[in-house]
């Protein structure tokens, strides 16, 4: 069987001789796996040179999968013949498992056309993608009791028939602290600060939502409102909201002497967007935050990090539902934010149909991406 050869090495295509040992593809393959997959051609140089196989190297890819990755990858093994030389190609998909590393203990991904030693933020981030970590009930570093607004909290306990400040201070702080509001050590946790903090952008500048409305349908088109938007979650989706409703036009007819208002989408479409993206973002990616846009078109609204694993585009608009941030979700759900059914985004989607219209999920590198179209002069 005869092949076409990658034009050269990137983030999808790993180029080895014949002379590789097998740690080094081990750590190869556990990069892409980490990552978003990709392919090993055995035989081929770095500078594209076929060097050639002289041998069948499939069963020893296949151990090397097998044994000095943790967990076991299954790859694809495909042999070819290419200008009289036998090369193979190893498929190696995006991982369900990760995080992946070797039997040497180290986790490697992929980062352009190299691969290198996961960063202690990677290292997280790959984390949780497998459900193993929780990155909002991670204590924030210099963060005390003093930035937290105790009487959100006392009113949240109230909900529960708890009289939050009738209570000593020993017995406060015990039950912020079994609530996950407060870690081990008694200082605020991500989710703590998110939900109950006084100006967790202080403290978590990754944590707010860039707001923008565009003349046109093109990010390169003139602004006609742009706001940074920050406090806590609860309040950050109610300023996003009233940002939108006061830039969205509803089309309207006049019948006789009354204004009536074409079908258009209800306010519970857009919070579900926003607090969807409050409450699924990671937080772990630092220096990136929410961004809502608003177009002639269509509303996209953007959260930093990748769906988690066993989650896909697909399923969303049936109703897969997941947390990456289940102390988040529990705190959003109880103040009344959440629907742990996963109905939100089926909601969306249903409320765009009615419409003639659609909504699109997309996964672009490390973000995630809602898009609303808009009926007819809605802007």
Known sequence: M???IPDGENQ???FKSEKVKA???AEEIVAFANSEGGEIWLGVEDDRTLSGLS???EEDVMNICRTACIPPIQPRYEAFEAEGCQ???IQIAGGKDKPYYTSRNKYFIRVGSTKRVASREELIRLFQVSGAVHYDIFEVERAKVSDLDLGQIGQYFTRYHISFFDEPEEERLRLMTHTDILSEKGK???AGLLIFGLAPERLLPQSGISFAHFVGDELAAD???KKTITGSLPQQVGSALAAIKANLRVPSTIVGAKRVDAPHYPDRVFRELLVNACVHRNYSIYGSNIRVFLFSNRLEVIS??????????EKLSVGTSFARNPTLVRFMENLGYVDKLGRGLPMVWQEAKKLGRQVQFAENGEEFKVTLYFARSQI
Do not use: F, K
């Open 223 to 225: 602004l006609l409102d």
């Open 188 to 190: 605020p946790t991500v």
């Open 12 to 14: 999808y295509i790993e």
């Open 304 to 313: 930093p990090g990748r769906l988690p694993n066993t989650v896909t585009v």
């Open 23 to 25: 740690m080094s593809l």
């Open 55 to 57: 041998r069948s190297y």
């Open 87 to 89: 090369i193979a190609r």
């Open 2 to 4: 005869s092949v076409t």
